[in-house]
């Protein structure tokens, strides 16, 4: 079996079943924990509206700006180029779309009235350049900053790396550098379920658990009337 | 990491202090302690929002970095692959001096203030996971000596300070007699009951003729009592969940036992926190009275028209008291006193929610050898306030008053922190 068989088949198989399993066992994990019910006279009754918290936090209030703008815009910039590349590519599409044909039935047009959209090759190769780029940049602030690499272990610097591999072995596949296509194609494949394979066992899970813990803390703040 | 030789309490087995300390820490634990646990990404952005961090830069003092050890017996012993991380030797144990090492970073080197909970990305409330850390640390008996004996002292005798049920009752005749005022105690059945903070009991007596001149004023149906008049909980500081209780209770019994409708907290902030947002969970129930923080009972007497002040013809700056604003929600009140006593209110920067604490909050004011370490983050505060150019200083705290009273003292800074509540006695129109 070449590596673009097995990428395809056995080792998209096991990766998606461990993903699955994986991010359910994790969330489930936490979520069938007991909650305990607050008692106190609260000082809002509409604490859902603390869910907006969820929004918010996505950019830091104006008094914390100065020494985290580094962080931030890097950070942006490298979600948003992996996930331009991720849904706007057209063979990505396609793949998303025949599973979702396959596995539920689904046809994005008939659903929506429109086709999912893409973008020409080109503006995904400079969308991946530039999440390349900036991850880079977030590796290198990670081991220069003191504060980063005394927090960091193993899991920041995997996670790094699968998100990373899929970015660089897709532009390589694209531009058709330094193998056979089917080779390059099939360690893209491979690397993405490099990522998938990790994605519930390390901090990737923050896809995630973000919501949740935003939407906690927001509820249970705006109940107290406390600072969000 | 740190040369600052831990304090123990009690004899025990390494091996048993760091079962406790992990019990301790997971002994309430559910999920929204868990998606925390499981949230972090190790970004970092939380050092910003330190005020020990700010003033020292150095990285031990990333808010998050504080309950690692804690965060290591989590994977290790209760999160969702746990088992894995046990049977492939992937998570280390947790260890007796690990745990020794981390106490200087959970009391000494945090206020519990809850900055670093605005500023986490993911949501984490990471203050909150502070607490429940010190909850392991109290368990295995590893607690700051000071904050460990004022707990115990409060837990045995009703007061951290010495203000026992004897000598609080011996103070009220004494200012009562002194301020020829009267000062209802032990009253049988009473709309409100007031309480204080044992550093106003021993030192900031003003501020109980300060009370008394109020409720005289508004007309309330009130009382203090000797089986519940010590707000100061120092159970929730030392991070003693079972003395917390303890000393809830008595309140709480105190104001069932007079009937009391509204419970009003003293100057002091993690009281509030304690009774106001822990009090019903602590009490099993919702409990049957209303509690308000002084300057928020203040702010409903302006509001009622019941308070009537005289216009002080000054500017002010108000010092926002972490667990009643930031992490407690009683932010305007204070200002809507001050609004009603005519001040022109000049807002730090920042102020309200990111107000910077003072450095004293979280028992820290009670451990000496942390006072090096808080006079820098003092002096962060110092320097906030100069920048206002405001004439007066107020607060609704007295754990900051003390903090300030202490900090202008080593700085010999010309600026003295006022009491709401002082002020607003001080400026009564009389009928």
Same mark, same amino acid.
């Given at each position: 079996?070449?590596?673009?068989?097995?990428?395809?088949?056995?080792?998209?198989?096991?990766?998606?079943?461990?993903?699955?399993?994986?991010?359910?066992?994790?969330?489930?994990?936490?979520?069938?924990?007991?909650?305990?019910?607050?008692?106190?006279?609260?000082?809002?009754?509409? /604490?859902?509206?603390?869910?907006?918290?969820?929004?918010?936090?996505?950019?830091?209030?104006?008094?914390?700006?100065?020494?985290?703008?580094?962080?931030?815009?890097?950070?942006?910039?490298?979600?948003?180029?992996?996930?331009?590349?991720?849904?706007?590519?057209?063979?990505?599409?396609?793949?998303?779309?025949?599973?979702?044909?396959?596995?539920?039935?689904?046809?994005?047009?008939?659903?929506?009235?429109?086709?999912?959209?893409?973008?020409?090759?080109?503006?995904?190769?400079?969308?991946?350049?530039?999440?390349?780029?900036?991850?880079?940049?977030?590796?290198?602030?990670?081991?220069?900053?003191?504060?980063?690499?005394?927090?960091?272990?193993?899991?920041?610097?995997?996670?790094?790396?699968?998100?990373?591999?899929?970015? /660089?072995?897709?532009?390589?596949?694209?531009?058709?550098?330094?193998?056979?296509?089917?080779?390059?194609?099939?360690?893209?494949?491979?690397?993405?379920?490099?990522?998938?394979?990790?994605?519930?066992?390390?901090?990737?899970?923050?896809?995630?658990?973000?919501?949740?813990?935003?939407?906690?803390?927001?509820?249970?703040?705006?109940?107290?009337?406390?600072?969000? | 990491?740190?040369?600052?030789?831990?304090?123990?309490?009690?004899?025990?087995?390494?091996?048993?202090?760091?079962?406790?300390?992990?019990?301790?820490?997971?002994?309430?634990?559910?999920?929204?302690?868990?998606?925390?646990?499981?949230?972090?990404?190790?970004?970092?952005?939380? #050092?910003?929002?330190?005020?020990?961090?700010?003033?020292?830069?150095?990285?031990?003092?990333?808010?998050?970095?504080?309950?690692?050890?804690?965060?290591?017996?989590?994977?290790?012993?209760?999160?969702?692959?746990?088992?894995?991380?046990?049977?492939?030797?992937?998570?280390?144990?947790?260890?007796? *001096?690990?745990?020794?090492?981390?106490?200087?970073?959970?009391?000494?080197?945090? &206020?519990?203030?809850?900055?670093?909970?605005?500023?986490?990305?993911?949501?984490?409330?990471?203050?909150?996971?502070?607490?429940?850390?010190?909850?392991?640390? /109290?368990?295995?008996?590893?607690? +700051?000596?000071?904050?460990?004996?004022?707990?115990?002292?409060?837990?045995?005798?009703?007061?951290?300070?010495?203000?026992?049920?004897?000598?609080?009752?011996?103070?009220? #005749?004494?200012?009562?007699?002194?301020?020829?005022?009267?000062? *209802?105690?032990?009253?049988?059945?009473?709309?409100?009951?007031?309480?204080?903070?044992?550093?106003?009991?021993?030192?900031?007596? #003003?501020?109980?003729?300060?009370?008394?001149?109020?409720?005289?004023?508004?007309?309330?149906?009130?009382?203090?009592?000797?089986?519940?008049?010590?707000?100061?909980?120092?159970?929730?500081?030392?991070?003693?969940?079972?003395?917390?209780?303890?000393?809830?209770?008595?309140?709480?019994?105190?104001?069932?036992?007079?009937?009391?409708?509204?419970?009003?907290?003293?100057?002091?902030?993690?009281?509030?926190?304690?009774?106001?947002?822990?009090?019903?969970?602590?009490?099993?129930? +919702?409990?049957?009275?209303?509690?308000?923080?002084?300057?928020?009972?203040?702010?409903?007497?302006?509001?009622?028209?019941?308070?009537?002040?005289?216009?002080?013809?000054?500017?002010?700056?108000?010092?926002?008291?972490?667990?009643?604003?930031?992490?407690?929600?009683?932010?305007?009140?204070?200002?809507?006193?001050? #609004?009603?006593?005519?001040?022109?209110?000049?807002?730090?920067?920042? &102020?309200?929610?990111?107000?910077?604490?003072?450095?004293?909050?979280?028992?820290?004011?009670?451990?000496?050898?942390?006072?090096?370490?808080?006079?820098?983050?003092?002096?962060?505060?110092?320097?906030?306030?100069?920048?206002?150019?405001?004439?007066?200083?107020?607060?609704?705290?007295?754990?900051?008053?003390?903090?300030?009273?202490?900090?202008?003292?080593?700085?010999?800074?010309?600026?003295?922190?006022?009491?709401?509540?002082?002020?607003?006695?001080?400026?009564?129109?009389? /009928?």
């Amino acid at each position: 079996m070449d590596l673009l068989t097995f990428a395809r088949g056995p080792g998209m198989h096991w990766a998606t079943t461990v993903f699955v399993i994986g991010v359910l066992w994790r969330l489930l994990g936490m979520l069938l924990l007991r909650g305990r019910k607050d008692l106190s006279e609260p000082r809002s009754t509409a /604490a859902w509206k603390g869910l907006r918290l969820i929004g918010l936090r996505s950019w830091p209030r104006k008094e914390f700006l100065g020494g985290t703008a580094f962080g931030e815009i890097m950070g942006y910039t490298f979600h948003i180029g992996f996930l331009v590349a991720l849904f706007f590519y057209l063979p990505h599409i396609l793949f998303f779309e025949d599973i979702a044909k396959s596995v539920i039935g689904v046809n994005f047009k008939r659903v929506f009235g429109f086709a999912w959209p893409y973008l020409p090759g080109g503006a995904i190769y400079f969308f991946s350049a530039v999440s390349l780029a900036a991850l880079i940049a977030v590796l290198v602030h990670r081991i220069a900053s003191p504060v980063k690499r005394m927090l960091s272990n193993f899991d920041d610097y995997f996670s790094w790396f699968v998100t990373i591999a899929p970015i /660089a072995t897709g532009m390589l596949a694209y531009s058709h550098y330094g193998a056979p296509y089917p080779t390059l194609l099939g360690l893209h494949l491979v690397s993405v379920e490099l990522l998938m394979l990790w994605f519930p066992f390390g901090k990737l899970m923050h896809a995630f658990t973000m919501f949740l813990a935003r939407g906690v803390q927001g509820v249970d703040f705006e109940r107290k009337g406390a600072s969000l | 990491m740190s040369a600052i030789v831990a304090d123990r309490q009690g004899e025990m087995p390494d091996a048993e202090r760091v079962a406790k300390a992990t019990q301790g820490f997971l002994r309430d634990f559910g999920r929204t302690a868990a998606i925390y646990m499981e949230s972090c990404i190790h970004c970092g952005m939380c #050092a910003e929002a330190c005020h020990f961090y700010e003033v020292t830069g150095d990285p031990k003092y990333t808010p998050i970095w504080k309950i690692e050890p804690f965060k290591q017996a989590y994977k290790r012993e209760y999160g969702p692959f746990a088992p894995f991380y046990r049977m492939l030797g992937l998570k280390r144990e947790v260890t007796e *001096p690990q745990l020794e090492e981390w106490q200087h970073l959970l009391y000494d080197s945090c &206020t519990v203030c809850g900055r670093c909970s605005l500023m986490c990305p993911m949501g984490i409330d990471i203050a909150g996971l502070i607490s429940d850390a010190r909850h392991g640390m /109290a368990r295995a008996g590893l607690v +700051p000596k000071e904050l460990g004996e004022a707990a115990e002292r409060g837990e045995r005798e009703g007061s951290p300070l010495g203000a026992t049920p004897k000598v609080f009752k011996e103070r009220i #005749a004494w200012l009562a007699d002194e301020h020829e005022i009267q000062i *209802p105690l032990d009253r049988g059945k009473a709309e409100v009951l007031c309480t204080l903070s044992s550093i106003e009991i021993m030192k900031y007596t #003003a501020s109980i003729v300060a009370m008394a001149r109020i409720m005289k004023h508004v007309g309330a149906d009130w009382t203090f009592r000797t089986d519940g008049y010590e707000a100061t909980n120092f159970g929730l500081l030392s991070g003693n969940a079972q003395w917390q209780k303890d000393m809830s209770m008595k309140l709480i019994d105190a104001a069932i036992a007079c009937g009391a409708k509204t419970l009003v907290l003293p100057e002091c902030g993690h009281a509030y926190g304690a009774l106001r947002w822990m009090g019903a969970n602590m009490y099993g129930k +919702p409990l049957p009275f209303r509690v308000l923080h002084i300057s928020e009972f203040l702010a409903e007497s302006a509001r009622s028209g019941k308070l009537r002040l005289k216009k002080l013809a000054k500017s002010a700056t108000f010092h926002d008291p972490c667990q009643i604003s930031r992490r407690g929600g009683a932010v305007e009140a204070p200002r809507e006193v001050l #609004a009603a006593l005519g001040v022109e209110l000049k807002e730090m920067f920042p &102020t309200k929610g990111t107000n910077w604490c003072c450095g004293g909050g979280g028992g820290v004011v009670a451990i000496r050898r942390a006072d090096a370490l808080r006079y820098k983050v003092f002096k962060l505060k110092m320097d906030q306030i100069d920048d206002t150019g405001a004439e007066l200083p107020v607060t609704s705290c007295s754990n900051c008053r003390q903090t300030f009273d202490d900090g202008q003292a080593h700085f010999k800074w010309d600026k003295s922190m006022n009491s709401l509540l002082e002020l607003v006695a001080d400026n009564l129109i009389e /009928a």
